[in-house]
């Protein structure tokens, strides 16, 4: 008897996700009422804890300050009347009950004048910014209101390629939408997305509006804020990115305990392990950070760093790469004293390294920045910088909630580039600025990162 492909292969997927989702291994939830597999008792549980967001910022005319003017106004035969509202719509988790805290996109709130948070049972509130960091891409708002329902945080550490996982956000404004599919990548990085990138992609449906929204496990956990997608039409395409839960986590602590995330200064300079080079150190794998260089009198230099070593853990945490490093190394506060694991000599050791402020860089007499409204510029004194003489700008000052805050730069930035083009002078960098056309993209220098920020 000949069978083809199909009635052998269907029949045996379907044994198979009947016994993945057994009440004995519950890998996929299993519907009681029904007797089939569902995500339904799931989602009844993990739903009411995404919000959809709507957002009121101000036009372009009301930024400017020459449609505000009315002799300009008259002259060009503008009308009076004040320029719309402009609104957008995205998404949040709810991920204190008590406290009213929602979790969502710094690039869904940014330049917001009102913002509105609308519940699943159709409550709605006004929130209040609480604080950002637009290096993750993380922002957090409180509302007040009672009987709300939380998630709570999994470790997205423990995820591997091939978990299920289920996106919940309010994609093109439609409500609350439903989508699943499977961890597809871990540690995704080098997109120019944000400053800190260390993403999870996922094949579940991502579309503009889900961003803010939650991705959660199979045990209704929030494992990654929905945050990007790419794909030519700007829809999904089955590659959408979310940030981890344990980045989700380090930011969230310190918006709560500063209003803001204070990234400090380990002062060691990592790289990635290739093939070759683990050969060569005789090491188990490629996983890990090798030190390239320590700066002197650095936190590193003191806890007894030295260059070669190989960096595995910080925390407890394996550290993959040296982005891992890097991302890792930024989610600590500053006076936090990191447990470090290493590799040195082929020989495991520990370290303890206190993490330190960021060093004060020297400046010439400050200046405005018109593109970059509460922001002041200075050149390098005497090229000077943490990693030694080198060409660029300083950021002296960046007033609190200014457009310059909002976009994320920061007192002691040092901005090397602007559109792939190398700025060494104040006076280059405000030229540079008037030529390009309306996305900016700054590349700086900040403690020991380097970060891209796009300004749109």
């Excluded at 016994?19 to 339904?40: H, Q, V």
């Excluded at 106004?73 to 929602?102: C, H, M, N, T």
């Excluded at 060409?391 to 960046?398: C, I, R, S």
Aim: net charge neutral; glycine share 10%.
């Amino acid at each position: 008897m000949k069978m083809s492909f199909r009635s052998v292969f269907f029949p045996t997927v379907f044994l198979a996700l009947l016994t993945m989702a057994s009440p004995a291994c519950p890998a996929l939830p299993f519907d009681n009422k029904s007797g089939i597999p569902s995500l339904a008792p799931l989602l009844q549980d993990v739903t009411p804890a995404v919000v959809n967001i709507s957002v009121q910022t101000r036009s372009a005319i009301e930024d400017n300050p020459l449609f505000r003017d009315p002799f300009f106004r008259r002259f060009f035969e503008l009308p009076d009347q004040a320029a719309r509202p402009e609104r957008s719509a995205g998404s949040g988790v709810i991920v204190d009950a008590a406290k009213g805290y929602v979790i969502t996109n710094f690039h869904v709130v940014k330049d917001a004048q009102h913002v509105l948070v609308t519940l699943k049972d159709r409550r709605q509130f006004q929130a209040k910014l609480v604080g950002t960091d637009p290096g993750t891409d993380i922002a957090l708002l409180k509302i007040e209101a009672k009987n709300l329902r939380a998630l709570s945080l999994g470790d997205s550490d423990l995820l591997n390629v091939g978990d299920f996982v289920v996106a919940i956000g309010n994609p093109f404004g439609l409500g609350q939408t439903v989508t699943s599919g499977i961890v597809s990548a871990l540690g995704r990085s080098g997109l120019d997305i944000e400053g800190y990138e260390d993403f999870i992609q996922t094949d579940a449906s991502i579309n503009p509006g889900n961003s803010g929204g939650a991705l959660v496990n199979l045990k209704g956990e929030l494992i990654g804020i929905n945050t990007a997608i790419i794909g030519p039409s700007g829809a999904n395409v089955g590659i959408g990115f979310a940030v981890p839960s344990a980045m989700v986590k380090s930011v969230l602590d310190q918006i709560v305990r500063f209003g803001e995330v204070r990234r400090g200064r380990l002062g060691a300079n990592g790289e990635d392990i290739t093939y070759d080079l683990a050969s060569s150190l005789g090491l188990a794998s490629t996983e890990g950070a090798i030190i390239s260089s320590i700066d002197s009198g650095s936190p590193a230099e003191k806890g007894g760093l030295r260059p070669r070593d190989v960096v595995t853990a910080i925390n407890g945490r394996a550290v993959r790469n040296a982005i891992d490093l890097r991302n890792k190394v930024g989610m600590m506060p500053i006076g936090e004293t990191v447990d470090l694991k290493l590799i040195r000599d082929g020989k495991p050791l520990t370290a303890k390294v206190k993490i330190a402020k960021p060093l004060d860089v020297p400046g010439t007499e400050a200046e405005t920045v018109p593109q970059l409204a509460g922001a002041t510029v200075a050149n390098l004194k005497g090229g000077a910088s943490p990693r030694g003489k080198m060409e660029g700008v300083l950021v002296t000052k960046v007033d609190a909630n200014s457009p310059a805050w909002l976009h994320g730069l920061r007192p002691g930035d040092i901005i090397v580039g602007v559109n792939r083009r190398k700025v060494r002078s104040v006076q280059e960098f405000l030229a540079t600025l008037q030529a390009s056309e309306d996305v900016l993209v700054l590349n700086l220098l900040r403690g020991d990162f380097r970060l891209t920020i796009v300004i749109r």
